[in-house]
């Protein structure tokens, strides 16, 4: 659910002007939810906006609408947003598959859609996505921050960028479409968090689906 005088506006609106749309949940565009303000945010005097990325295929779900999926009463994708907000994060921008063409893409559209200092950049199928954001509370000395799963893979969705560090490297790439997130952050100056797998678990199955549904969440 939003919050009062919190809404919906494509990528190409300037969150602080009237969009044809205002108020109507229009899936898949890039749209800023809420002022760009920052009481209660996690780092007193630093801006952070929240991407949530929404936009995925679903291939191993049968090309279902994962981030529609309910757990606990609320959509996967509310939960995330609800997290990033309780977390003090303003604005909060869901890409969807409107925006095609990969995860670098719609990070693209995302950034494109704020001005805040940094961003927490987010998948919307974690299913306890307050812990992600517990473990990027504090502000990165770098370029950004990166969740790393027990494996050592990188979790480039659960991170936390500075914007213009994340505006460079994609102006320095070119085309975002089909980029790979890994070529796009390999310049960036990175802390990687160590995270375990119950924190960064998300649904990429129906398998992982049903095992969310019978687990503890945030």
């Not at 779900?61 to 947003?81: F, N, Q, Y």
């Not at 504090?138 to 950004?144: E, Y």
Request: proline share 7%; hydrophobic share 45%.
């Amino acid at each position: 659910m939003k919050d009062a005088g919190e809404r919906f506006a494509p990528a190409a609106v300037p969150s602080g002007e009237p969009s044809p749309g205002d108020g109507l949940p229009d899936a898949g565009l890039a749209r800023p939810e809420g002022p760009n303000r920052g009481e209660g945010r996690p780092d007193r005097g630093r801006s952070i906006a929240a991407i949530v990325l929404a936009g995925g295929a679903g291939s191993r779900m049968g090309g279902i609408d994962k981030p529609a999926l309910e757990l606990d009463g609320a959509t996967l994708l509310d939960r995330v947003r609800d997290a990033a907000r309780a977390s003090g994060c303003r604005p909060i921008v869901v890409v969807g598959r409107e925006v095609g063409g990969g995860p670098v893409a719609a990070l693209a559209a995302g950034v494109a859609a704020v001005t805040a200092v940094e961003a927490v950049v987010l998948a919307s199928d974690l299913i306890r996505p307050s812990r992600v954001l517990a473990l990027l509370g504090a502000a990165p000395a770098g370029d950004g921050a990166v969740l790393v799963d027990p494996d050592g893979r990188e979790q480039w969705l659960a991170a936390r960028y500075r914007v213009e560090a994340l505006r460079e490297a994609l102006a320095a790439l070119g085309e975002p479409a089909g980029a790979s997130f890994r070529r796009l952050v390999a310049g960036l100056e990175l802390a990687f968090i160590p995270a375990d797998r119950d924190a960064i678990a998300d649904v990429d199955t129906w398998e992982d689906y049903e095992r969310a549904k019978g687990a503890e969440h945030d």
